[in-house]
């Protein structure tokens, strides 16, 4: 059942010629002298053909590969509970080295950070849910 990714590679394949016509692009623009510019063609041309592949690229790529992805939202959140990055929320409260150990054991003994500070109780489990709950504090970095 191997699945190739042949439409992940062609937008790759896009994006470069993308990128080679944006230096194309770039250059021409300099090229002007005594108001002249005999390069607006290749300019208009490259431009176009740009919008054309990042527009058709990205219909493909949205009805073959994005349409119909669903989330685990069950294993997603087993994902975020066992990161370690958690306990960045935990420093405030309790220091940055506390933190630092309690990072270090749940790592060397593939636990969570959430089980390291319960049986340690060095927070209530009430606040210690408020405070490592992913979905606020993802929340809380997304704001600017």
Do not use: K, N
């Given at each position: 059942g191997k699945v190739n990714p042949v439409v992940p590679e062609a937008v790759v394949q896009v994006a470069a010629q993308v990128v080679g016509n944006d230096a194309t692009v770039a250059?021409?623009?300099?090229?002007?002298?005594?108001?002249?510019?005999?390069?607006?063609?290749?300019i208009a041309r490259n431009l176009l053909e740009s919008i054309g592949l990042l527009a058709a690229a990205s219909r493909l790529l949205a009805d073959r590969c994005v349409a119909g992805i669903v989330a685990d939202e069950t294993r997603c959140r087993e994902l975020a509970e066992a990161s370690p990055q958690l306990a960045a929320a935990l420093a405030p409260?309790?220091?940055?080295?506390?933190?630092?150990?309690?990072?270090?054991?749940?790592?060397?003994?593939?636990?969570?950070?959430?089980?390291?500070?319960a049986e340690r109780g060095l927070v209530?489990?009430?606040?210690?849910?408020?405070?490592?709950?992913p979905a606020t504090l993802a929340r809380r970095a997304a704001r600017p």
């Open positions: 250059y021409a623009a300099t090229q002007g002298a005594f108001e002249l510019h005999t390069c607006w063609p290749v409260l309790l220091g940055y080295d506390v933190v630092a150990e309690i990072v270090r054991t749940a790592m060397a003994e593939r636990r969570s950070v959430r089980e390291v500070v209530s489990p009430r606040r210690l849910a408020a405070l490592l709950d």
